[in-house]
């Protein structure tokens, strides 16, 4: 038996115990995926120990960086891990957040996109956009945290964007990124928008109730915005899944790929 988790805190509320054992399932292997609350970063080599494999959330995806032994792929440009799996003794850390966002754009071809936000959510976003020539703008409270990120613009009011990616977690507390006149005006001249937040519900136990909630599940704050301003949403429900198919690829070696994973969800 081989042991997964995903290690973050808080962790409560996490879905990634259902998606992976879910899968463990489907294709018949011999491994667990739980919930590992960890209040201090210190202890990250004693909580990995007995794990082959494991996913970072929040507020953790940076400081993981120093007790890996290898940094592969588009982590390294952003500066953040949300995987890691154990080759031998070494730990090497990948991030699937980014590719993750991209692919729940679905056929949607973006050439700019608008940033609500500057904070750790907002770099997976930006250096995937940017590896596929997508320019970038951003808008934040703070133009210090803008200049921080390499390529992009600052917001220019009157401009027009194809893409709007609210990174910011203020749909968490019920509000939404800006004031709602400047929103709409926004969204006025926006073909897409984006919401890295994604709606929760307390009746999700099982396989099946998650698959009933991806097809039917309520809008979030932002995306109900960009529903009244008539512009088309996606919620970050997806890209959630999206990004825990591909560490399940990694888990697995390679050995089963984003497609026929996907489709476990996704029929």
Not at 228 to 253: N, S, T, V, W
Request: charged share 20%; net charge neutral; hydrophobic share 40%.
């Amino acid at each position: 038996m081989q042991y997964f988790g995903v290690i973050g805190n808080p962790i409560a509320h996490s879905l990634s115990p259902l998606i992976h054992n879910s899968l463990f399932s489907h294709f018949s292997l011999q491994a667990h995926y739980k919930k590992i609350l960890l209040e201090n970063s210190n202890d990250f080599p004693t909580t990995l120990c007995p794990l082959k494999g494991a996913n970072i959330t929040l507020p953790y995806k940076e400081s993981v960086i120093p007790f890996c032994d290898e940094i592969r792929g588009i982590a390294q440009e952003i500066g953040a891990v949300n995987t890691l799996y154990r080759e031998g003794e070494r730990w090497i850390g990948y991030n699937t957040d980014a590719e993750g966002f991209y692919l729940s754009l679905g056929n949607h071809k973006i050439k700019n996109a608008l940033i609500l936000g500057a904070g750790g959510s907002a770099k997976a976003v930006v250096k995937i956009l940017q590896k596929h020539n997508v320019a970038v703008s951003m808008l934040n409270r703070t133009m210090e945290k803008i200049a921080s990120f390499s390529g992009v613009r600052a917001y220019e009011r009157g401009e027009s964007y194809e893409l709007i990616v609210n990174t910011t977690s203020a749909g968490l507390k019920g509000e939404l990124p800006l004031e709602e006149q400047h929103l709409q005006e926004i969204f006025s001249r926006s073909s897409l928008a984006f919401d890295l937040i994604y709606p929760s519900s307390n009746s999700i136990h099982t396989l099946q109730d998650f698959l009933r909630f991806l097809r039917q599940r309520e809008d979030t704050l932002f995306c109900s915005f960009a529903k009244k301003c008539k512009i088309p949403r996606i919620d970050g429900l997806d890209m959630l899944c999206y990004q825990a198919f591909l560490a399940f690829e990694i888990f697995c070696a390679n050995k089963y790929h984003f497609e026929e994973i996907k489709q476990v969800f996704y029929p």
